[in-house]
């Protein structure tokens, strides 16, 4: 039986979460994966803009794992039921936190990013050039060479929420059906 993609792009988030692979989530993985965008984009850990990412962060994994979250690990199927169960919340906190994302990458803060940019940024979430590209062409709507605070945040929405086995956007983060997990690649 297929598995509904709903499911599978829910497993492509864990995956994304869970930084070092060990099969849960816990909030240092998010501290590991916002270490990656600061460095590759050469932010400052102590900056408005990482500090910012990181407390948009924090509150995801406090409404995933509660107020203990620091102390906590999250299974798959825990986080499953949270996804499900939280479409609203979790709309709004995606938002800010992809929004907060983009503005690490968004070093001269004109409001776009250019696929190199974009690049960058698939490479320090450890996804492939395929699947940068893929988000490249699906965020750049107008096709200028350039996408917006507005692409990035709405993409990752339709990511998460659209249910359109059809929609180009199951190609950005991890090719479904593609080898491994989006850690790990070289
Ligand atoms: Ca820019
Ligand atoms: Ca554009």
Do not use: I, N
Not at 2 to 15: A, E, I, S
Not at 104 to 119: E, K, Q, S, T, Y
């Amino acid at each position: 039986m297929k598995t509904p993609l709903r499911h599978t792009r829910y497993d492509r988030v864990f995956q994304l979460l869970d930084g070092d692979g060990d099969g849960v989530v816990r909030a240092v993985d998010g501290d590991v994966s916002v270490d990656k965008l600061l460095t590759e984009f050469g932010v400052p850990g102590d900056s408005p803009k990482a500090v910012r990412l990181r407390d948009h962060l924090a509150a995801m994994f406090e409404d995933f794992l509660g107020p203990d979250f620091r102390d906590r690990a999250g299974t798959r199927e825990e986080f499953h039921a949270y996804m499900r169960g939280h479409p609203d919340r979790l709309e709004r906190m995606v938002e800010v936190t992809t929004g907060a994302e983009f503005d690490v990458a968004d070093h001269d803060d004109d409001g776009v990013l250019d696929r190199p940019g974009v690049h960058r940024m698939w490479r320090a979430f450890e996804l492939t050039p395929q699947d940068a590209e893929a988000a490249f062409e699906y965020m750049d709507t107008d096709r200028d060479g350039r996408v917006t605070r507005a692409d990035y945040v709405g993409m990752w929405l339709d990511f998460l929420l659209v249910d359109d086995e059809d929609s180009p956007v199951a190609k950005v983060a991890g090719q479904e059906g593609g080898a491994g997990g989006g850690h790990g690649r070289p």
